[in-house]
């Protein structure tokens, strides 16, 4: 199984800053599919990220992946005040399907 | 556009079997293009993959339940259930339904399409 760790717990930032999350995988993600979601509280998550560092649908352009192998980064370049959630790597590579547990990023 | 409802019983009592059902619209689950997938998530915590399906029937499961859960598609009613026995306060949480993309019944892409999500608790 791939643990996903992910750091740190909580970033806290103002709006206009830039977030760099951490997702660390125990072995190399098959494929580097690994996927960045988005979640807010009492919503379902939404998918940023896939495939590492391809944005999804509609995601605006201040979001982007990097990395491989075993390590891996979201960037958010400049927080806008929606931004404030929490975040999840998850990877897909190979079974069984595993997700860290999470960066909380709030505002200072 | 493609959406995903949960629906199921939002209290089931312990050593009792949860049953939840998705019921997909605006998409088909006949299609070879997507698996579609069972996800929880405990009040504050993290999310935890719990198995997927294909349009075939072809399941796969998270090791950590495998003994205890199913996953069934029903293509007439355009629907995918989960059934989880001898649940305990452990399974308390919010379970999404969500789809992912597949290429050759093997996931491709993530979960990119989420149901609104619906708790269930365990207790008697």
């Known amino acids: 199984e791939v643990v996903l760790t992910q750091s740190p717990g909580t970033l806290s930032l103002s709006p206009g800053e830039r977030a760099t999350l951490s997702c660390r995988a125990s072995q190399s993600v098959s494929s580097n599919y690994l996927a960045w979601y988005q979640q807010k509280p009492g919503q379902a998550p939404r998918v940023l990220i896939h495939?590492?560092?391809s944005r999804a649908t509609g995601i605006p352009d201040r979001f982007s992946g990097s990395g491989s192998g075993t390590d891996f980064t979201l960037t958010i370049s400049r927080l806008e005040p929606e931004d404030f959630a929490v975040y999840y790597c998850?990877?897909?590579?190979?079974?069984?399907?595993?997700f860290g547990g999470g960066t909380k990023v709030d505002i200072k | 556009q493609v959406q995903l409802q949960e629906s199921g019983p939002g209290l089931v009592k312990p050593s009792e079997t949860l049953s939840l059902t998705c019921t997909v619209s605006g998409g088909s689950v006949s299609s070879g293009t997507y698996y579609w997938s069972w996800i929880r998530q405990p009040p504050g915590k993290g999310l935890e993959w719990i198995g997927y399906?294909?349009?075939?029937?072809?399941?796969n499961y998270n090791p950590s339940l495998k003994s205890r859960v199913t996953l069934s598609i029903d293509t007439s009613k355009n629907q995918f259930s989960v059934k989880l026995t001898s649940v305990t306060a452990a399974d308390t949480a919010v379970y999404y339904c969500?789809?992912?993309?597949?290429?050759?019944?093997?996931?491709?892409?993530?979960?990119?399409?989420w149901g609104q999500g619906t708790m269930v608790t365990v207790s008697s």
């Open positions: 998850q990877q897909y590579g190979s079974s069984p399907l595993t």
């Open positions: 399906i294909y349009y075939n029937g072809n399941t």
């Open positions: 495939g590492a560092s």
């Open positions: 969500a789809r992912g993309v597949s290429v050759w019944l093997t996931p491709h892409d993530p979960f990119d399409i």
